[in-house]
């Protein structure tokens, strides 16, 4: 029964080793960002923050490892050596100095080593840098709406595709928007997150960015992303019927070419002062 049991448990963590190192090694062919069918592990890192969060999870994946091995081996050798039927007269031993502080001192050790990294990455991700574009999202219920509050002009919603206008752009399904939100890439971008109605959560999972958007309070985090490309997010934050239905794009394109956006965008969301989002809304009502 035991045997099974570490079989299992050993087969099961073999297998997400796997799984996860072929999904990482999955190069990004085609500039899109998203998890791969059958994907089990993080994305493939687009930042500097997000690499650091894939770094401490592999260390302390490893560590874990190491910890279950030592403790498998552990009672493995104690089931044999000290069985009733090999060790029929057992030891009265009740202390051992030694050993107490061993295994006393050891897991504060463990804990220190991870501490330390996680702290640094806690306040890298929490201290935003200068920055040298604010895009502020607002969530709404089922969609987001972004301003760039350094351009009044720009201001828009983005709206999920429905399958067929996905398929057809060459979205993956459920996560194509039909306007986007568009940053340079390696720069500092800050994002200023808050809510319309109920909470919810804006996510990039490839910049390792995840924070809450809620009604009347302003949240802020950040990014640098290091690869141009098309990136998606869901919100993840249970808001509602339509929850899943409200995904987010972030484009990250070259310097020049983020100028030439910002030029266009100036004249085409200049006359967006009808908010797409109430006919949405009404639209939506009648539809459900
Ligand atoms: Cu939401």
């Not at 500039?31 to 687009?46: D, N, R, T, V, Y």
């Not at 910890?67 to 000290?82: E, N, Q």
């Not at 983005?158 to 057809?168: H, N, Q, S």
Request: aromatic share 10%; charged share 20%.
């Amino acid at each position: 029964m035991l045997f099974k049991y570490i079989y299992i448990v050993f087969a099961a963590m073999a297998a997400t080793f796997i799984t996860a190192t072929n999904a990482f090694s999955q190069a990004i062919e085609d500039g899109i960002h998203s998890a791969k069918p059958g994907q089990i592990g993080f994305m493939e890192p687009a930042s500097p923050i997000m690499e650091g969060i894939v770094s401490l999870h592999d260390m302390i994946t490893v560590m874990m490892l190491g910890i279950t091995l030592f403790v498998t081996i552990l009672i493995i050798y104690i089931a044999v050596k000290f069985n009733a039927k090999a060790n029929p007269v057992p030891s009265k031993t009740t202390h051992n100095t030694l050993l107490e502080v061993a295994w006393t001192v050891i897991p504060v050790l463990i804990l220190v080593v991870i501490a330390v990294p996680s702290f640094r990455l806690l306040y890298q991700q929490d201290v935003i840098p200068e920055a040298d574009v604010t895009v502020k999202a607002t969530g709404n219920q089922w969609y987001w709406s972004y301003e760039y509050p350094d351009h009044e002009e720009i201001t828009f919603d983005a709206i999920m595709l429905d399958e067929a206008e996905a398929k057809a752009a060459g979205h993956p399904r459920l996560l194509g928007t039909d306007e986007r939100v568009v940053v340079p890439v390696n720069k500092i971008i800050r994002v200023q997150v808050t809510s319309n109605d109920v909470i919810h959560a804006w996510t990039i999972p490839a910049f390792g960015s995840k924070i809450d958007a809620v009604p009347g309070k302003l949240n802020e985090t950040w990014f640098k992303a290091t690869k141009e490309g098309l990136y998606y997010g869901q919100c993840s934050e249970l808001c509602g019927i339509r929850h899943g239905f409200m995904p987010i794009n972030v484009e990250v394109v070259s310097e020049v070419e983020y100028e030439a956006w910002l030029e266009e965008a100036k004249v085409k969301y200049a006359s967006n002062d009808a908010p797409r989002s109430r006919e949405y809304a009404s639209a939506q009502e009648i539809t459900e």
